[in-house]
């Protein structure tokens, strides 16, 4: 991420090349609240799809939104998000299907290496999606943290 891009910029583009748009952020009409995680804001943008007749967007798609939706939140509340973390103890976030979430520490202190670490643990698993935080300024929950990096099976790791 550059200087002058903010993160809720850096995951607008990532929710472009999975083949949204940012349409489907704004359009959600989805009110992020402070306890919500990534996963949460997934099953009820999918839930709103479904209630107003239309087909669920695609996991990837849905996914990125969410991460948009979660980082706009976290920039307008700067207290709540930790932001950029130091090398150190880094937690894994798997994102299963149905909604179901797995946290677990990564034994690695460098970022390359726990990414490395956490790609062998989500194939693992057979996820399509996880997620690296730093645990500071966040809770232990998935979802909680400084978000470090993302993981979709269909485009790789990036911030």
């Given at each position: 991420?550059?200087?002058?891009?903010?993160?809720?910029?850096?995951?607008?583009?990532?929710?472009?090349?999975?083949?949204?748009?940012?349409?489907?952020a704004?359009?959600?009409?989805?009110?992020?609240?402070?306890?919500?995680?990534?996963?949460?804001?997934?099953?009820?943008?999918?839930?709103?799809?479904?209630?107003?007749?239309?087909?669920?967007?695609?996991?990837?798609?849905?996914?990125?939104?969410?991460?948009?939706?979660?980082?706009?939140?976290?920039?307008?509340?700067?207290?709540?998000?930790?932001?950029?973390?130091?090398?150190?103890?880094?937690?894994?976030?798997?994102?299963?299907?149905?909604?179901h979430?797995?946290?677990?520490?990564?034994?690695?202190?460098?970022?390359?290496?726990?990414?490395?670490?956490?790609?062998?643990?989500?194939d693992?698993?057979?996820?399509?999606f996880?997620?690296?935080?730093?645990?500071s300024?966040?809770?232990?929950?998935p979802?909680?943290?400084?978000?470090?990096?993302?993981?979709?099976?269909?485009v790789g790791?990036?911030?």
């Amino acid at each position: 991420m550059t200087s002058s891009q903010s993160s809720s910029e850096q995951f607008g583009q990532h929710l472009k090349s999975v083949g949204g748009s940012e349409a489907d952020a704004d359009n959600s009409a989805y009110v992020v609240a402070e306890e919500d995680t990534v996963e949460s804001v997934v099953s009820c943008l999918r839930m709103k799809q479904q209630e107003q007749g239309n087909l669920a967007s695609e996991p990837s798609i849905l996914h990125a939104s969410a991460q948009v939706l979660i980082s706009r939140r976290d920039e307008k509340d700067p207290a709540h998000h930790a932001g950029t973390s130091q090398p150190g103890t880094y937690q894994l976030d798997i994102h299963l299907g149905g909604g179901h979430s797995t946290r677990e520490s990564i034994p690695e202190k460098d970022l390359e290496a726990a990414q490395i670490w956490a790609q062998g643990r989500i194939d693992a698993e057979g996820a399509d999606f996880g997620a690296i935080y730093f645990p500071s300024g966040g809770g232990t929950a998935p979802g909680t943290g400084a978000l470090e990096c993302s993981y979709d099976r269909a485009v790789g790791w990036y911030r």
